[in-house]
């Protein structure tokens, strides 16, 4: 798996992205919930893709997001999508990005199989985060089935998701472990930077 296919694959996607959409509004607010997405915080959402919590942020009434993705097709449609609200969408590498602020919440939603090395992610991330801030990692379906979906077209752009205990062991270190669920609707694991 290397950068430049990942760029590549989400490019192709990016036109029929929103179409292809399916939102669970019970899960996505469970997850928000325990991402502790509020009025007044300033977000990181990573691998955003086209945008697709960005109105939920809104709703919530967070003070600021600060979006980023690799797909510069993807950030094309997030970036159309709420021209006027305080969210900024950047098209790059989180792992080497310089940002101007930290977060008091970062949210990984339906993307972290893309990312290749998963205990530089975390750190990076962890690096990013105010003391206190959550980290989210999640999935708005179940572990068997993001892997069985993975296997298909994306099998060369995505690493099978690792098991959510196996995710909470790599964030211990950095993380007082908030939230560890892996059940047949949802895979989310959340800590609070130590």
């Known amino acids: 798996m290397n950068q ?23 899960i996505i607010a469970e997850i928000l919930d325990h991402g502790g997405i509020r009025a007044g915080i300033d977000v990181l959402d990573v691998a955003c893709g086209t945008g697709v919590l960005f109105s939920d942020y809104l709703k919530r009434g967070v003070h600021h997001v600060t979006a980023i993705d690799i797909s510069p097709e993807m950030v094309k449609r997030a970036a159309e999508k709420f021209p006027n609200a305080p969210i900024d969408v950047i098209c790059g590498d989180v792992e080497t990005a310089a940002f101007d602020r930290k977060f008091d919440a970062v ?11 998963p205990k530089r992610l975390v750190e990076v991330l962890a690096a990013n985060l105010k003391q206190g801030g959550c980290l989210t990692i999640a ?14 077209a994306a099998s060369a752009v995505s690493m099978q998701l690792m098991e ?16 560890v669920i892996s059940n047949d609707k949802m895979y989310l694991v959340t800590g609070i930077k130590k």
């Open 139 to 152: 999935h708005g379906m179940s572990r068997d089935q993001i892997n069985s979906h993975h296997s298909g």
């Open 4 to 26: 430049e296919e990942i760029v590549r694959f989400f490019d192709r996607c990016a036109p029929e992205w929103d179409a292809g959409l399916v939102r669970k509004e019970e």
């Open 107 to 117: 949210m990984v939603y339906n993307a972290f199989p893309h990312f290749p090395n």
């Open 164 to 179: 959510a205990q196996q995710l909470a062991q790599l964030m211990l270190p950095l993380f007082e472990m908030d939230a």
